[in-house]
């Protein structure tokens, strides 16, 4: 079957995470760069990547690439390309654009001079017909222009992949279920070992360790846009869908995941959520103060997502809820802890200094994630 040049899109840190999902998969001859990671696939590919991969933001086909300093060599370039072989003579194809240092940095004129080229392109490959009525399959074009290169691609997920289809109550400043997924799989966690998030909100990390453990694929309750395309035959999909029901783990009742708050509201939306999951059976929510926390359980795990500061509480009260949170912490001493803040003194206030951190994105915030590693367990 024909191999595509395809590219994962994921967040500013993950790259590498996501990298090694594809690894995993069984993907070789990955190219790792910012914001994303180049392999090569099939339709059927397109499928199993799109259903499966847990921190990728988005699966593109890469249609081309080519250097381009002004509106007419983007033009030619763009018009090179065999959008023929994807965009059907009713396809609707709307074109976004980003430039970062670049000689072309009007997105306004990028998108009009790429959208006018397939266009052409278009016309005279169906036979120089007059019109496009674009009533039909969604292909979403994408420019992209990095230090004058052109890259030019068309995205098969539609909706980003942190989209699972589980989350569907609206929780306030919850934190993506990718980047969830991210920290949950830096973590060094296995299913037989506690796992407690004592800030969970409306369950994301919670949910997502459970997802992991359980071999739940996170788009198994999905749609995406390409399942449309004519290119794709009904049997892909459906084989696909087939394979990722038939990984779903059911020998792991061991699991033992807690999720608490302080408030009951984002806990009923965290049960509810869990459940649409396909995971409540596994996680168990309450409603306690971080404060409370202690466990007869060793070598237990707290991967959690505390209060910044920027719009859940104030300054003064997130240092002294960091002070808080080492002291009762300490009293774990088996334990390993993964923070995310983007709170930079977090360490001076938690007392502790990290054995490692990594800079990760919650959004638009530059956060790092610390991660405090408690002793092995001994072998058994």
């Not at 070598?299 to 808080?324: A, C, M, Q, S, W």
């Given at each position: 079957?024909?191999?595509?040049?395809?590219?994962?899109?994921?967040?500013?840190?993950?790259?590498?995470?996501?990298?090694n999902?594809?690894?995993?998969?069984?993907?070789?001859?990955?190219?790792?760069?910012?914001?994303?990671?180049?392999?090569?696939?099939?339709?059927?590919?397109?499928?199993?990547?799109?259903?499966w991969?847990?921190?990728?933001?988005?699966?593109?086909?890469?249609?081309?690439?080519?250097?381009?300093?002004?509106?007419?060599?983007?033009?030619?370039?763009?018009?090179?390309?065999?959008?023929?072989?994807?965009?059907?003579?009713?396809?609707?194809?709307p074109?976004?654009?980003?430039?970062?240092?670049?000689a072309?940095?009007?997105l306004?004129?990028?998108?009009a001079?790429?959208?006018k080229?397939?266009?052409?392109?278009?016309?005279?490959?169906?036979?120089?017909?007059?019109?496009?009525?674009?009533?039909?399959?969604?292909?979403?074009?994408?420019v992209?222009?990095?230090?004058?290169?052109v890259?030019?691609?068309?995205?098969?997920?539609?909706?980003?992949?942190?989209?699972?289809?589980?989350?569907?109550?609206?929780?306030?400043?919850?934190?993506?279920?990718?980047?969830?997924?991210?920290?949950?799989?830096?973590?060094k966690?296995?299913?037989?070992r506690?796992?407690?998030?004592?800030?969970?909100?409306?369950?994301?990390i919670?949910?997502?360790?459970?997802m992991?453990?359980?071999?739940?694929?996170?788009?198994?309750?999905?749609?995406?846009?390409?399942?449309?395309?004519?290119?794709?035959?009904?049997?892909?999909?459906?084989?696909?869908?087939?394979?990722?029901h038939?990984?779903?783990?059911?020998?792991?009742?061991?699991?033992?995941?807690?999720?608490?708050?302080?408030?009951?509201?984002?806990?009923?939306?965290?049960?509810?959520?869990?459940?649409?999951?396909?995971?409540?059976?596994?996680?168990?929510?309450?409603?306690m103060?971080?404060?409370?926390?202690?466990?007869?359980?060793?070598?237990?795990?707290?991967?959690?997502?505390?209060?910044?500061?920027?719009?859940?509480?104030?300054?003064?009260?997130?240092?002294?809820?960091?002070?808080?949170?080492?002291?009762?912490?300490?009293?774990?001493d088996?334990?390993?802890?993964?923070?995310?803040?983007?709170?930079?003194?977090?360490?001076?206030?938690?007392?502790?200094?990290?054995?490692?951190?990594?800079?990760?994105?919650?959004?638009?915030?530059?956060?790092?994630?610390?991660?405090?590693?408690?002793?092995?367990?001994?072998?058994?």
């Amino acid at each position: 079957m024909e191999q595509f040049n395809l590219i994962a899109m994921s967040k500013f840190g993950v790259e590498s995470i996501t990298a090694n999902e594809l690894k995993k998969m069984g993907y070789t001859d990955l190219k790792i760069e910012t914001g994303r990671v180049c392999f090569k696939g099939n339709f059927s590919d397109i499928a199993k990547t799109n259903l499966w991969l847990r921190t990728a933001d988005r699966i593109l086909i890469n249609i081309g690439e080519f250097k381009a300093v002004t509106f007419e060599e983007l033009f030619e370039g763009t018009k090179a390309l065999p959008w023929e072989e994807w965009i059907g003579k009713n396809g609707a194809f709307p074109v976004g654009a980003k430039s970062v240092r670049s000689a072309l940095y009007s997105l306004p004129d990028c998108q009009a001079i790429a959208k006018k080229a397939i266009v052409e392109r278009l016309k005279s490959k169906f036979g120089n017909i007059e019109w496009l009525p674009e009533d039909g399959p969604l292909y979403k074009v994408e420019v992209g222009i990095l230090n004058d290169l052109v890259t030019m691609t068309i995205d098969t997920s539609g909706a980003g992949l942190y989209k699972r289809g589980y989350r569907v109550l609206n929780g306030g400043a919850a934190i993506k279920e990718t980047l969830a997924a991210a920290l949950v799989q830096l973590t060094k966690w296995k299913y037989d070992r506690v796992l407690i998030d004592p800030f969970c909100g409306t369950g994301t990390i919670p949910i997502e360790a459970a997802m992991y453990e359980m071999n739940i694929a996170p788009g198994l309750k999905r749609s995406f846009i390409s399942e449309e395309w004519a290119q794709f035959s009904e049997d892909i999909w459906t084989e696909a869908r087939k394979e990722a029901h038939e990984s779903v783990r059911k020998d792991i009742d061991s699991l033992k995941i807690i999720g608490s708050d302080i408030d009951d509201n984002p806990l009923r939306m965290a049960r509810y959520h869990a459940k649409q999951a396909g995971v409540d059976k596994y996680i168990h929510f309450q409603r306690m103060d971080m404060r409370e926390i202690s466990s007869h359980n060793k070598y237990g795990f707290i991967v959690t997502n505390p209060p910044y500061g920027e719009r859940l509480e104030d300054e003064k009260k997130v240092k002294l809820l960091y002070k808080d949170m080492g002291r009762v912490f300490a009293k774990l001493d088996t334990w390993s802890f993964y923070i995310i803040t983007s709170v930079r003194d977090f360490e001076k206030y938690f007392g502790k200094r990290a054995d490692k951190k990594r800079k990760l994105y919650n959004g638009m915030l530059e956060c790092n994630y610390y991660q405090f590693f408690g002793p092995k367990p001994p072998r058994t």
